[in-house]
């Protein structure tokens, strides 16, 4: 009995087993997506909030609280760096420092009243050494005051897009201003809009340098250590007790151009989150060439009466898109079924269909970079040709054979 009751609970327990074997793939199937979107993959990271975005395309790829509002400490002089170049016709005009933007203003050196600097050395002291009373100097010469120019800041942040920020003053300072706060993602828009400039591109990207104060040299050096990489360009650091550690940078590496925002970084943090990111991202993503316009996608053949005639086929443009490394990449095509002879330089015979991941993402013409005006008889020409050298051979054999017979008569009746 006891026998049989184990052997009964041993194929109770295979059974069990082989059941959960066939349950596994099923149910992996119906939780686990086929496709994982990119932007909710885990990235281990200290910052409170970050994102990544595709410089040339804007598109997102990967984000973490994009949408929360925090404080940007000092990454706010970047929309208060392309406000002054915007607005400013003479960057060398010499101006004097006021009270209001005078002393040290938790900066790394101070302006005194009456001190006299250009506004490009003002522009490069905000941006490279991120000095607060520069970006006071700044407002003034603009607006008239901090206050006006802000309006500036805020009334740009609206026009590019930038819809959950909101600046309170021109370089970040948050001990008095509750409400002078971002996104990550407003603030990889402001990035984005900031680089195309030209000056602000280059500002933001120079390591050390010096400015002019009253015909004195001053030294300065970029706050963010991390230009020393050769593929970091820029763009800005900020610090505050409430907004924690932030950074926004701009990077370009294997083809990839990122703007990559950290905001709210644990201490000691904010360089290795970012730099994670940045990874991640060129190790997800690449600029392909999906469809090259020199290249020919496809050779078919026109019937033109009892012959044919091969015409090569070329995509109108060329096509280069920004994927991952899991994307799913087709390529359909739809070809004219009535084309007859002739066939023009550049006349469409079809199209192709690009799609990524089930989603139509680009149609481009295929055309014929060669024209055929005329039906093809070069082969019945040549077939004519090549028969007249056999008739000439076979008249010359026997002409060559008489004239050998002659000779050799003739040098039997010379001897005798």
């Not at 050494?129 to 100097?137: K, L, V």
């Not at 443009?317 to 799913?328: A, E, G, H, M, P």
Request: include cysteine.
């Amino acid at each position: 009995m006891s026998i049989k009751r184990s052997i009964s609970q041993r194929t109770s327990i295979l059974l069990k087993f082989f059941i959960f074997l066939i349950l596994i793939p099923i149910i992996s199937f119906t939780i686990v997506p086929k496709h994982l979107n990119a932007s909710n993959e885990f990235i281990d990271i200290t910052a409170e909030a970050a994102i990544i975005m595709d410089y040339d395309s804007g598109k997102i790829l990967w984000e973490k609280n994009s949408s929360e509002k925090l404080y940007p400490a000092s990454t706010t002089k970047i929309m208060t760096g392309i406000v002054a170049i915007e607005n400013i016709a003479n960057l060398n005009e010499i101006v004097k420092i006021s009270s209001n933007a005078s002393g040290k203003n938790s900066s790394f050196f101070p302006f005194k009243r009456g001190d006299r600097i250009s506004i490009m050395d003002l522009l490069k002291a905000a941006l490279i050494n991120s000095n607060n009373n520069a970006t006071i100097a700044i407002a003034e010469y603009v607006s008239g005051s901090e206050k006006d120019f802000v309006k500036l800041m805020n009334e740009k942040a609206k026009e590019i897009g930038a819809l959950d920020t909101f600046f309170q003053n021109t370089n970040g300072l948050d001990t008095k201003y509750p409400e002078h706060k971002t996104t990550a993602g407003d603030l990889a828009i402001i990035a984005k809009y900031c680089m195309n400039n030209e000056l602000f591109r280059k500002i933001i990207s120079i390591k050390n340098d010096y400015i002019i104060i009253n015909d004195k040299k001053v030294d300065i050096f970029n706050t963010n250590i991390l230009l020393f990489f050769d593929y970091i360009k820029g763009i800005k650091t900020g610090f505050t007790e409430n907004a924690g550690h932030c950074l926004v940078l701009y990077s370009e590496r294997q083809g990839l151009k990122l703007i990559t925002v950290v905001l709210k970084s644990e201490d000691n943090k904010r360089a290795a989150d970012i730099l994670k990111l940045i990874d991640w991202a060129n190790d997800n993503y690449s600029n392909t060439n999906i469809v090259n316009s020199d290249k020919i996608y496809k050779t078919i053949k026109i019937r033109n009466g009892p012959s044919e005639v091969s015409l090569d086929l070329y995509p109108q443009t060329d096509f280069t898109q920004l994927v991952n490394i899991n994307d799913k990449i087709e390529i359909t095509e739809t070809l004219r079924a009535d084309l007859v002879l002739p066939v023009a330089k550049g006349q469409e015979i079809g199209k192709i269909s690009v799609y990524i991941n089930n989603e139509n993402v680009k149609d481009i013409k295929l055309i014929s970079k060669n024209s055929i005006n005329k039906p093809i008889i070069t082969q019945s020409i040549v077939v004519e040709k090549n028969q007249n050298p056999k008739k000439v051979l076979i008249f010359l054999l026997p002409f060559y054979f008489l004239v050998f017979i002659f000779i050799i008569i003739k040098n039997l009746f010379i001897r005798e």
